[in-house]
């Protein structure tokens, strides 16, 4: 239990475009949803929380008009990446958390597969 | 101070070894602690929660020293197959925050 999946696994796009990125929770409902970033050889750097239907928290440094973070219902959050550039090119691995009956800890995430954004 | 601090190795330990990794945390109010193994290339997948009176699976032991704010995790008897970074996670305070320290890379080696 407690799956969470993310499509696509992995995209290559050409600078400028948008790139969408869909993160499901599977088999309980994802009050919170995280979208974390990981460049190579680095740790995983919190990019916004969001909770279902209200606007993302963007951590500092994030821009929220170029990330854009939907999360219209309890098993679905998405992260549009818009006018990708090289720079942009990352590992994207989006996290849940919520109400699972047999979890005892209400802070556990459960993580995404994640996918790897290539901008050419 | 980083607000979680590992040290990121690589650890390069025989099969067979007890090894241990340390992670500090500069918040005196966090509040949920994880250990979090990650292979290469995947997605980070839960090891343990860590409880304030220590806890055991396996081999693997998790401890929580609030006094000194650092979380150890302690494997006995390593397997190739526990070759893998280990992150240290820490709930800041309250629901929303947490923070992934940048990870310990562990290399058993036949």
């Known amino acids: 239990g407690a799956v969470v999946s993310q499509h696509p696994s992995w995209v290559i796009c050409k600078s400028g475009t948008s790139v969408k990125i869909e993160c499901r929770s599977l088999d309980f409902q994802a009050t919170t949803m995280f979208w974390y970033r990981q460049f190579p050889k680095q740790s995983l750097m919190l990019m916004a929380t969001s909770n279902e239907g209200s606007k993302a928290t963007y951590e500092q440094g994030v821009e929220k008009d170029k990330f854009l973070i939907n999360h219209a219902s309890l098993t679905l959050s998405t992260l549009t990446v818009t006018s990708a550039h090289p720079e942009d090119s990352s590992f994207y691995i989006c996290?849940?958390?919520?109400?699972?009956?047999?979890?005892?800890?209400?802070?556990?995430?459960?993580f995404g597969p994640g996918t790897r954004l290539t901008v050419t | 101070r980083k607000e979680v601090e590992q040290d990121p190795g690589p650890f390069n330990v025989p099969e067979g070894a007890t090894v241990a990794f340390n992670c500090t945390y500069s918040n005196s109010a966090s509040q949920s602690f994880f250990w979090y193994r990650q292979d290469c290339r995947k997605e980070p997948k839960l090891l343990m929660s860590v409880y304030s009176s220590g806890n055991e699976d396996g081999r693997f032991t998790a401890q929580l020293n609030r006094a000194s704010q650092y979380i150890s995790l302690l494997i006995r008897d390593s397997k190739l197959s526990d070759s893998a970074t280990y992150l240290c996670v820490v709930n800041q305070g309250g629901y929303q925050k947490v923070t992934f320290g940048i990870g310990t890379k562990l290399q058993v080696i036949p």
């Open positions: 996290s849940a958390r919520g109400a699972y009956a047999s979890r005892g800890d209400p802070y556990e995430q459960y």
